[in-house]
């Protein structure tokens, strides 16, 4: 697609209950990322991911969290049993390579009520 | 670890130009880039220098010293539109992130 597209753009959900978040990259991007913002923050790093596989998932904050990736396109984040500390706006980008600047989606903004 | 310090908040007047200064803290160095993102949006890629130097992109500079581990962006002609937060940004050489810096928020005024 042109862009990164992410959905769904806003999710409430109850303490305890399951979510998935999904990024769909630019056409062509082989580098995809997640990262978390919270609330006037900066950009927390969860997740990279290099075609199909994730070479580096040392920014995910605890196992409830795993994320895949399909196709070498389409991402889907997951947050089992969630807590309200997760709570945040989860950003997706994707790059052609590790060098050069990222093209970020809009987000999904996360409310765990 | 890596570690990026930049000022929380900057104001400037419309028209004027602005600084906004980050230092890096890295056990390696891929080079610095630079994130726009307006309140409630996506943050868009800005500029990146791997080398010392200045990069300039329209209205928008960024500048490099790896030997002090510094770098800044430079607004010039401020607009009302320029009213953002910046990040500065760079790769962690250990793996494949990019870390952030925890932003400026610049207020541009009339």
């Known amino acids: 697609g042109a862009g990164v597209s992410q959905s769904p753009s806003n999710k409430v959900t109850e303490k305890g209950k399951d979510v998935e978040l999904r990024c769909d990259p630019i056409?062509?991007?082989?580098?995809l990322y997640w990262y978390r913002q919270s609330l006037g923050q900066g950009l927390e790093f969860l997740i990279y991911?290099?075609?199909?596989?994730?070479?580096?998932k040392s920014g995910l904050p605890s196992d409830r969290f795993s994320a895949e990736r399909t196709g070498g396109s389409v991402s889907t984040l997951t947050i089992q049993r969630t807590q309200q500390e997760d709570s945040a706006v989860y950003l997706c980008?994707?790059?052609?390579?590790?060098?050069?600047?990222?093209?970020f989606g809009s987000g999904t903004r996360l409310t765990v009520v | 670890g890596q570690s990026l310090e930049q000022p929380s908040e900057v104001t400037a007047v419309e028209g004027a130009i602005v600084q906004i200064n980050c230092t890096y803290q890295t056990s390696g160095f891929y080079g610095l880039s630079w994130y726009q993102q307006h309140d409630g949006g996506a943050p868009t890629f800005l500029s990146y220098n791997g080398l010392d130097g200045l990069e300039e992109t329209g209205r928008f500079s960024s500048f490099l010293s790896r030997s002090d581990s510094y770098g800044y962006l430079l607004l010039q002609e401020l607009q009302m539109k320029d009213s953002a937060s910046y990040f500065c940004?760079?790769?962690?050489?250990?793996?494949?992130?990019?870390?952030f810096g925890a932003g400026t928020r610049l207020f541009v005024k009339a």
């Open positions: 940004a760079v790769r962690d050489p250990g793996g494949f992130k990019t870390i």
């Open positions: 991911f290099q075609g199909n596989s994730a070479p580096d």
């Open positions: 056409s062509g991007h082989t580098a």
């Open positions: 980008a994707s790059s052609l390579g590790q060098d050069g600047g990222y093209t």
